[in-house]
Each structure stands twice: as structure tokens, then as C-alpha cells.
């Protein structure tokens, strides 16, 4: 039987980060508190420590999925296919629809919790 919720201590989530991947790259880490990779619902923990890649390089992102981010720490600028930027810093919060294409500049250290819903399209 699955079970109805998930919990993490701090500790475990810090144990559990494992390279992301965006078009075959590892782009920062992820550590999953929810879901995994082609659910419908994802949850977790992405970072990007100083001096790793892709700290202050701009990364390409495409969102796969809707998502709802929370900035822990630190600071991204997102450029949109729209031609806006938005400088994000912590404590602010976003929401990116599935399909929106941007290009990502982190300022390391950097931490996102985000929350991921697959649409039906």
C-alpha cells in the first residue's frame, strides 16, 4: 500500500541530492521529498552551490510540467521567451506554466522548493 504522506527531516533531505539533468547536463542537485520522475505530482529541493555549475553561467529550462517555486536562499535571474526578466531572491515565490521556455542565471549558494503538476494537454 502507498502511503498517504510523505515526510523528510532536514537531515534526510540534505542526504538524498543527486544530480539534475536538463538535456543530458547535470545542472545543480535535486533532492525528491515527493513523487519521482514521470508522476504526475513532483516535490522537493533543487541547489546550486557556489562555484558549481551552473552558478552565475545562464542555463536553458524548459518546464516540463506547472511549477510553483519558493526561494530558500540566494538569488536566480529568469529570462523569459517573452523577453522578461525576473530577479528572484529569498523568500519570493513564482509560478512557471508547463510548456514556458526561460534561460536561468543563479547566484550560488541557491535553494528552490518547488512543486510540480503534470496537465493533461
Same mark, same amino acid.
Given at each position: 500500500m502507498t502511503a498517504d504522506y510523505a515526510v523528510s #527531516?532536514? *537531515?534526510q533531505l540534505a542526504q538524498n541530492y543527486v544530480p539534475f539533468i536538463v538535456e543530458g547536463n547535470p545542472t *545543480?542537485? !535535486?533532492s525528491q521529498l &515527493? @513523487?519521482?520522475t514521470g508522476d504526475a505530482v513532483?516535490? *522537493?529541493l533543487f541547489r546550486v552551490l557556489e562555484g558549481e555549475y551552473p552558478d552565475r553561467e545562464p542555463t536553458p529550462y524548459y518546464f516540463e510540467m506547472d511549477e510553483y517555486i519558493? %526561494?530558500? $536562499? @540566494? $538569488?536566480? &535571474?529568469i529570462d523569459t521567451a517573452a523577453g $522578461? #526578466? &525576473?530577479v528572484l531572491r529569498e *523568500?519570493?515565490?513564482?509560478? !512557471?506554466?508547463q510548456g514556458t521556455h526561460s534561460t536561468w542565471t543563479f547566484h550560488?549558494?541557491?535553494?528552490? !522548493?518547488? %512543486? $510540480?503538476i503534470k496537465q493533461d494537454k
Open positions: #527531516t532536514s *537531515g *545543480g542537485q !535535486f &515527493h @513523487g519521482r513532483r516535490a *522537493g519558493w %526561494i530558500v $536562499e @540566494g $538569488e536566480v &535571474h $522578461e #526578466t &525576473h *523568500g519570493d515565490c513564482a509560478y !512557471f506554466r550560488a549558494p541557491f535553494r528552490k !522548493f518547488s %512543486i $510540480e
